[in-house]
């Protein structure tokens, strides 16, 4: 019997309980059909969601279909909690989304869209209310295609054209289509599993109509998943039962798990399957289940064990800040203890206390889920309490690149860090990576510093707000064979980044909300001059009947208390739905710095400044003067300035001698701006408005191999080793220079190749697939990456240096490349000569004082 996973979805009122309801009715799993508004539906049966018909928390039911253990995921539709939608993402083998057929998609639907394409999830879409629809099917399918993907494809009446759409998807279908006129049921199986396409099907949840079908067909196509033998598992979800025992709730993802089964040091108590609110317990449970684990007391959810890591990174985050009130005579740090439970049940509510006015702090979705809270919090805890209006969540980002150094010295103490603080895209978020050679610091200290980059929500330094889309790179430190502590490296890395961050220039960031504003005609006027005056980016999208559609983005500080105003001037007509689209950019950014009133020097908690030692004391140095008592030189912008300008006068004379070759065979190469920023000899004043573009380096793997003569020679008796070579040499070169690099091997003989992509250490390595020679692939990928890199193909091949010429490329012969990777290692061989000299000198001072 194949097992699987599935989660169903949708936007609130969509339908999605009813047809959870009638699919466990129709297996045989309940006998009476609920209703969300009569309050009985099967898997809603905590009481707050059945007073407000809505659900809050995800649920499981078990039951069979033609030969298919399905476990469904009920998952809540409402805004306010989506954050436990997307936990629950993370351990699905298949989603089904549900669409009302009368409303279509809407935002919410959207966010969902990206949060299963973000986590590669394949998905079937029912679209419900079909008996109420006024519209053609078509239309709808249409709109799907337009608004959310066009692989979405009607399955309900499933003919010649449906497998033609399916076969236009992928180039194998495609090929078997045009072989066979047919494609086999694997294939299409195979094609839904690797979301190439999205089977979508119609009928009434209520009525039950299309329902069966469904089953039947989803069923018929899931394809079912194999596990290792090894046990592993990923914790989803924490929740306590009616006697409050602490509940773990996992995926099984390889062997099996046994009562008594020792996990983390801890013991299984019980294993639990629930379907609703009751579960049956078993002795054993195996990979591809669903299970609540009693006994275990600090597995944390998004924990990954055995075989699994930690996996847990939301997506969706709460954008507004809230103080909760206490009663006067309420117990602060008892009550704190509780709150951190439900903290531990929704890691999304990041708990915060202040401990110089004791105030709890908790970070929420929106109205609802306040209520909820408040609700939870008197029904678990017995303590009434009141929540205030909220602030905002700022964020904090940089502007450009800049160094961060952090010093940490008091007596018998000792840890030096720089860091590499570069700005990244929006909703990227913060990556941590090294650049420092192990013969400078020691590799367990790398890690040391790499782990406490990690473990703290770093501060940034116009209002306080977490930082965000950043990338951090370790690229120096120096540690004392006799001072240093692991906790020396935590004071200083904290303290690199806060001197960085002072040392740049910040960016406060706000949330945005992607809004749908639906009003009738004669208020169009006024909802237009309310949301230019909140700086948002709209257009009219549709009129529908007497109302006009508004879309659009607006900050959530201006938009958020717009639904009751819209509500009161359209006298309950006008309907507004927003959902949080990221962060961008605040424009008032000066304004809102100086109503929050940070001062960065002052928060004792994040120091900006370094501790020094002189004269066995250790003093304080402001940020500002840091880098005139640093250990260890750092001279980043001036290395990457000589670099940039060495490699850019070898290589342009040869340059304009190729293109003035390549002018008279083609005609005048049209380039990018940033390609004449390098090319054009214009006034110095002009340089610097045009920013270069990162650099990306394309090398044809075996024209270097077969140009220098030490890997030639190696090459001749061991291919495989002249290529290990070449990675580990070009590796190196790749953390000096800091750019993108990416060697192609030919492998286009090799019978059946398809072809593989790999990063080993910092280098991406491509052996073509069959048919597809280096100089193609080199061809079509400087193609693609010349818009966003300044890209740069090595070899000695001189049609290829033509062709990538005209595709607005810059060219490098093997032996320039050659050449510029022994004159990169003599200069890093005597710059870390010269270091190890000096610290070889200060050794000796210190051995000087200390005898003295």
């Known amino acids: 019997m194949k097992k699987t996973v599935i989660g169903i979805l949708a936007h609130v009122d969509a339908g999605k309980t009813t047809l959870s309801e009638s699919m466990l009715y129709l297996a045989g799993s309940i006998r009476k059909l609920g209703r969300v508004d009569h309050g009985d539906a099967f898997l809603d049966y905590n009481k707050q969601e059945r007073d407000r018909g809505i659900t809050i928390f995800s649920k499981q039911a078990m039951f069979e279909w033609n030969d298919v253990e399905m476990t469904l995921i009920d998952t809540p539709g409402h805004v306010d909690f989506s954050s436990e939608m997307e936990r629950t993402l993370q351990i699905l083998d298949y989603a089904i989304i549900v669409i009302n057929g009368i409303d279509g998609v809407q935002n919410h639907t ?69 072989e066979t006129q047919t494609l086999t049921h694997s294939s299409i199986q195979e094609a839904i599993y690797n979301r190439k396409v999205y089977p979508c099907y119609f009928g009434s949840a209520l009525k039950m109509d299309g329902v069966k079908e469904f089953l039947d067909n989803i069923t018929s196509y899931i394809k079912e998943k194999t596990y290792p033998q090894e ?22 993802t390889g062997g099996s798990l046994k009562v008594k089964q020792q996990l983390h040091h801890e013991k299984v108590d019980q294993i639990r399957q629930y379907t609703g609110s009751k579960y049956q317990m078993v002795e054993e449970i195996n990979a591809g289940s669903i299970c609540a684990v009693k006994g275990l007391k600090d597995i944390q959810l998004g924990e990954g064990l055995g075989i699994e890591t930690s996996f847990y990174q939301p997506f969706l985050e709460p954008y507004m800040n809230y103080h909760i009130i206490l009663p006067k005579d309420c117990d602060k740090h008892a009550m704190l203890h509780n709150i951190k439970q439900l903290a531990e049940e929704d890691p999304n509510l990041h708990i915060q206390f202040s401990h110089q006015n004791e105030d709890i702090m908790i970070q ?180 529908i009947e007497n109302m006009t559609v508004v879309e659009g983005h607006a900050p959530v500080r201006k938009m958020r208390n717009y639904q ?18 990221g962060y961008q950019e605040c424009e008032e950014q000066d304004k809102i710095v100086e109503s ?48 940039k300008q060495a490699y850019y006068s070898s290589s342009l004379h040869d340059d304009e001698e190729l293109e003035e070759i390549f002018t008279r ?30 650099e990306c380096l394309l090398v044809d793997g075996y024209n270097v191999i077969y140009s220098w003569p030490e890997l030639k020679e190696l090459a001749e008796d061991h291919l495989d080793v002249a290529r290990t070579r070449l990675i ?70 001189a049609l290829e240096q033509m062709i990538v010429i005209g595709r607005g490329a810059r060219r490098m012969s093997s032996r320039e490349l050659k050449l510029e990777v022994e004159s990169l290692v003599k200069i890093k061989k005597e710059e870390f000569e010269r270091k190890q000299e000096r610290n070889h000198n200060l050794l000796l001072e210190d051995v000087k004082k200390y005898q003295s």
């Open 364 to 543: 929420l979705m929106g109205e609802i889920q306040i209520e909820i809270l408040k609700k939870t919090i008197s029904d678990r805890f017995h303590v009434d309490v009141e929540i205030d209006q909220g602030n905002i969540i700022y964020k904090e980002t940089i502007a450009q690149p800049v160094e961060g150094i952090g010093h940490f010295e008091p007596l018998r103490h000792y840890a030096e860090v720089h860091l590499l603080l570069e700005p990244g895209e929006r909703g990227s978020g913060l990556q941590f990576l090294t650049n420092c050679s192990e013969d400078i610091l020691d590799k367990h200290w790398q890690n040391l510093i790499l782990t406490h980059l990690k473990e703290k929500n770093h501060r940034g330094v116009l209002t306080g707000s977490s930082i965000t889309d950043m990338k951090i790179t370790l690229l120096t430190g120096k540690a004392h064979l006799k001072h240093t502590e692991g906790g020396d490296f935590r004071e200083a890395t904290y303290r690199a980044v806060r001197q960085g961050l002072k040392s740049g220039q910040s960016v406060l960031l706000e949330p945005y909300f992607q809004f749908r504003l639906e009003v009738s005609q004669e208020y169009l006027s006024k909802v237009i001059f309310d949301i230019e005056k909140m700086n948002a980016n709209f257009t009219i999208s549709d009129t």
């Open 564 to 581: 009751q105003e819209i509500v009161h001037l359209t006298k309950g007509q006008g309907k507004l739905y927003c959902t949080l689209s």
């Open 596 to 643: 929050i009133q940070y001062d960065s020097e002052t928060d004792l908690e994040n120091p900006t400044g370094s501790i020094f030692c002189s004269h066995g004391a250790g003093f304080y140095v402001k940020w500002d003067e840091v880098k005139d008592y640093m250990h260890i030189d750092s001279e980043w912008n001036k290395r990457s300035h000589q670099e």
């Open 110 to 178: 959207k966010t969902i869209w990206n949060l299963l394409d973000r986590y590669q999830i394949p998905t079937f879409i029912f679209l419900n209310k079909i008996d109420l629809l006024q519209t053609d099917k078509n239309h709808l399918i249409l709109d799907l295609q337009k608004t959310i993907d066009d692989k979405c494809l009607d399955f309900t009446h499933f003919n010649n054209e449906t497998l033609e759409a399916i076969a236009l998807n992928d180039e194998d279908l495609l090929n078997q289509y045009l």
């Open 728 to 797: 580990d040499i070009l590796g190196n070169y790749q953390g000096y220079k800091q750019c993108v690099l990416i060697i192609v091997f030919d492998a286009y003989r090799v019978k059946g190749n398809i072809g593989t992509v790999e990063q080993l250490h910092n280098v991406h390595v491509v052996y073509t697939k069959e048919a597809q020679t280096a100089d193609m692939y080199i061809e079509r990928a400087t193609h693609e990456l010349s818009e966003k890199y300044n890209v740069v193909v090595a070899t000695s091949d």
């Open 231 to 252: 046990f592993g598992a990923k914790v989803y979800k924490i929740s306590r039962d009616e006697q409050g025992q602490r509940l773990v709730h996992m995926k099984i």
């Open 665 to 694: 065979t083609y005609g005048t190469v049209k380039r990018r701006l940033s390609d004449n920023f390098q090319y054009k000899k214009e006034p110095q004043q002009q340089v610097n408005v045009v920013k270069p573009l990162p």
